[in-house]
């Protein structure tokens, strides 16, 4: 027995049960894994009165309890199964009041499981701009369940919904008002109930319908249901058929007593903007210019707040040297952790910038619509219209983005979907991006109002996406996908942003990248700064005697400056950098960046944080201190030019594009394709791929 009250939220996608979650539960979630499988949970709390808490769970957004992907598998797994952990006391069916009639299979099926349920009419606004009023007193007497009007944007409704919840809790599951079927599938309805102890008509037939999709059922009871199936030429496809259409003639009935439609259909406000937003010239040509206003406001807006940031730490660093005693503990912490760690810190006002204006697209409604026109696009280069949504959610992290994949049925597409999702440039990149477009591209303006650097940043970007969509068409060409892929997707209505809800969202992405990066960057700073500062045996201590030797005239500045390189260079880090840097040399790297490049194999950020220590540590003290200008200053000893001159620069920019640079990704591809095979796959193409492409890059522009 279970000590907690679950409320299940369930709804169509897009029909506001986000929103309503976020109402309920305000700061009081947590994201979690289903047990078993690896489909996101979000579970919050929330107090219905003084001495009632519950337990809101909102399951992933489905139309039906006929699971076409793993996360709607998810639904199905908790509602079909009474032990389950989750399994909901009570289930909120949140519909769209626009087009209730889509929004009702979901809802009569949750109820004829025998789940005490509320029906949750959201988007009453909408509908009303639509013309349409729903009579929901009477909706509520034909249905025999409570049904509240809300609209969950806005918090109106919700606190009759905490009531109406507080209610239902007290009802025992029904059984009343279930469905006649035909006579085959009530015989097996009765054999499954009397065999497995099934209480319930309807999930009795669920069982005989679905039960290779229910894991929880266990292979035996699995295989003897099939059995079953074929004894009584039980047919799965059919029942659901039969089930649906009829399903629909009863909630066309149903709907044509309480809709009223009399008022002037008028053409939304929405549908006017669609009008231009999704044209098949000026969509592209608007998403282009956000896109191309979103990167010229990362440059142009955080520059200053950048620019605080790093001198800061820097002023930190010195002001530390200046009070406390040189020591090895000293070095360590201005050297090594506050070196590292300033080289992400100073990139939050960019992040910030960036999950602030993706926020304000998706809680205004137009990210869908993007979505929308890229399916458009991408079915020409062989992908799925469902890939999108995982391409879109890449720009902020390759990980979930991989994970969205589910929803794709073909095993093919949602396969070349995952291969080629890490090339679209995530948040990991821009740190890399911004710093090294700072060192070599002029900030200077283009047409008087176009920030040079920005475009570049903007190019980088399109280099990502335009290299999926060939990588996607290669694949397929090669895995021999032929299979027809279809598409739909609920567009919401347009809505001013939540501010609150950015707000939220810009703290959260900052707040994970500060600390996940952080941590990997901390304990790579703390290694890096041994290795840096120790070598073998006395090779550090006779290179230096040997430059004191031969520079008897040197002044103490530029001695002293000599002294910290060449011990770098003698030091554990400076030999591995020496014996990688004859495969890096023809893209233009030193040994330095060459040890940049294997701690970012951990996470992408991680080359700033390793060049800021690798660099501080063997710097000038009297060299500017802050990250750009130690970088700018920085010598390749090999051929005597910047380290960071233009064709090794934009080699870099171009390996970062390409590169498979991740831990994290490589282990959830592993998790989501069950093997090894695809993530090893994956990572040499993207690694070969990023060498060829940095090397042509610094051939071409040296």
């Known amino acids: 027995m279970k000590d907690k009250k679950v409320v299940a939220l369930l709804g169509n996608p897009n029909a506001g049960k986000s929103s309503l979650f976020n109402q309920l539960t305000g700061l009081r979630q947590k994201i979690g894994n289903f047990p078993g499988v690896t489909v996101d949970k979000k579970v919050g709390f929330c107090r219905l009165d003084s001495k009632t808490d519950i337990e809101i769970l909102d399951l992933p957004g489905t139309y039906s309890i006929y699971p076409n992907s793993l996360d709607e598998q998810v639904v199905l797994e908790v509602l079909a199964n009474p032990d389950h952990p989750e399994f909901p006391d009570v289930a909120v069916v949140v519909a769209d009041a626009s087009n209730l009639k889509r929004n009702m299979l979901l809802f009569e099926q949750v109820s004829d499981l025998g789940i005490p349920t509320i029906l949750a009419l959201n988007m009453l606004d909408v509908a009303d701009e639509m013309g349409i009023s729903i009579n929901s007193g009477k909706l509520s007497k034909i249905l025999g369940v409570p049904v509240v009007e809300l609209n ?26 279930l469905p ?32 290779p999709k229910m894991m929880f059922l266990g292979a035996e009871t699995q295989k003897d249901l099939q059995n079953l199936v074929l004894r009584y030429d039980f047919n799965a496809d059919e029942f659901q058929s039969s089930e649906t259409i009829n399903r629909y003639h009863d909630i066309s009935g149903t709907l044509s007593q309480v809709i009223d439609e009399t008022g002037e259909l008028k053409e939304t406000v929405s549908e006017k903007i669609d009008k231009i937003l999704l044209h098949k010239i000026w969509g592209y040509v608007i998403f282009l210019s956000i896109l191309f206003l979103i990167f010229q406001s990362v440059f142009s807006f955080a520059e200053y707040p950048m620019d605080m940031i790093d001198q800061g730490v820097a002023g930190l660093n010195d002001w530390l040297k200046s009070v406390l005693p040189q020591s090895t503990l000293v070095s360590l912490l201005t050297d ?13 006002p960019q992040i910030a910038f960036l999950f602030a204006f993706i926020s304000i697209l998706e809680e205004s409604g137009y990210m869908a619509r993007v979505v929308v026109l890229m399916d458009k696009l991408i079915r020409r280069f062989g992908m799925s219209g469902k890939s999108v949504v995982p391409l879109i959610s890449s720009l902020a992290c390759a990980v979930p983005a991989i994970m969205s994949a589910r929803t794709i049925g073909s095993w093919k597409d949602r396969l070349i979907t995952i291969m080629v999702t890490p090339l679209m440039s995530c948040s990991a990149r821009l740190p890399i991006y911004t710093i090294l477009i700072a060192l070599v591209v002029p900030d200077t303006k283009v047409l ?37 892929s279809y598409f739909i997707m609920e567009l919401p209505t347009y809505k001013m942003p939540r501010w609150k809800q950015v707000g939220f969202m810009i703290l959260e992405k900052v ?11 901390v304990a790579i700073s703390i290694v890096l700064w041994v290795l840096a500062s120790y070598g073998p045996g006395d090779e550090m201590t006779q290179a230096e005697q040997q430059v004191i030797a031969n520079n008897p005239t040197v002044p103490q500045e530029d001695l002293a400056s000599k002294i910290a390189s060449v011990r770098l260079e003698n030091s554990y880090a400076g030999h591995f950098g020496k014996f990688i840097e004859p495969a890096i040399a023809p893209l233009g790297y030193d040994w330095k960046i060459g040890i940049a490049l294997i701690t970012s194999f951990a996470a992408r950020e991680v080359f700033v944080g ?19 200008e130690r970088l700018r200053n920085e010598i390749n000893t090999n051929t005597g030019q910047p380290a960071f001159s233009v064709a ?18 490589i282990a959830t591809v592993y998790r989501e394709t069950k093997g090894w095979k695809w993530p090893l796959i994956q990572l040499g193409y993207m690694s070969v791929l990023a060498y060829v492409a940095a090397l042509v890059v610094y051939q071409v522009l040296k």
């Open 336 to 348: 090594g952790l506050i070196a590292g760690v300033g080289g992400v810190v100073i990139f939050i």
């Open 610 to 628: 390793t060049v800021s220590t690798i660099y501080s540590i063997g710097a000038d003290p009297d060299d500017e201190s802050t990250i750009k």
């Open 152 to 177: 969950a944007r806005q918090g109106i409704g919700i606190e009759g919904l905490k009531y109406t919840i507080l209610n239902q809790l007290e009802v025992k599951r029904i059984h009343a008002n």
């Open 648 to 665: 090794t620069s934009f080699s870099l920019l171009i390996f970062y594009v390409f590169a498979m640079m991740c831990m994290s990704t």
């Open 448 to 484: 008087g109002i176009f920030n040079l650097q920005g475009i570049a940043l903007m190019g980088l970007y399109l280099l990502g996406f335009f290299s999926a969509l060939i990588a996607g068409w290669i694949m397929k060409l090669i895995l021999k996908s032929k299979e027809r």
């Open 180 to 211: 006649v079927f035909d006579e085959k599938s009530e015989t097996i309805a009765a054999e499954v109930r009397k065999k497995y102890n099934v209480s319930n008509k309807y999930l009795a037939l669920q069982y005989a319908a679905q039960s």
């Open 511 to 521: 707040k994970t990248f500060v600390f996940e990066a952080g941590k990997v960057i």
